[in-house]
Nanobody
């Protein structure tokens, strides 16, 4: 069954770490990305990874977040360290049929999961 299912979101204190997972059944040959949407704000790209492992990050998460994928297990990950209150958002994984996709271009992503909530408190 082709689907995207996120997990791993929870409430943590600032400075903490979380690892989000996305079961990307049927999308092992697709370019993948993580996006987030905070209350009252537009959805924004966080990171993306091609099937060959080329990654793109938005500036606010560089050096703190790491996107990776296990194509054999069909799982997409987002390792988040040094979390800040401004990272609080619903996090979504998404798939793109464009092999060189980038999280900078949300319109490239046509398949979306339901999201997992991350809340960072001070």
């Amino acid at each position: 069954q082709v689907q995207l299912v996120e997990s791993g979101g929870e409430s943590v204190q600032a400075g903490g770490s979380l690892r989000l997972s996305c079961a990307m059944s049927g999308y092992d040959r697709w370019c993948m990305g993580w996006f987030r949407q905070a209350p009252g704000k537009e959805r924004e790209g966080v990171a993306s990874i091609t099937i060959h492992g080329t990654t793109v990050y938005t500036d606010s998460v560089k050096d703190r977040f790491t996107i990776s994928r296990d194509n054999a297990e069909e799982i997409l990950y987002l390792e988040m360290n040094d979390l800040k209150p401004e990272d609080t958002a619903m996090y979504y994984c998404a798939a793109s049929s464009i092999l060189t996709c980038s999280a900078r271009f949300m319109r490239q992503f046509s398949k979306w999961g339901q999201g997992t909530q991350v809340t960072v408190s001070t």
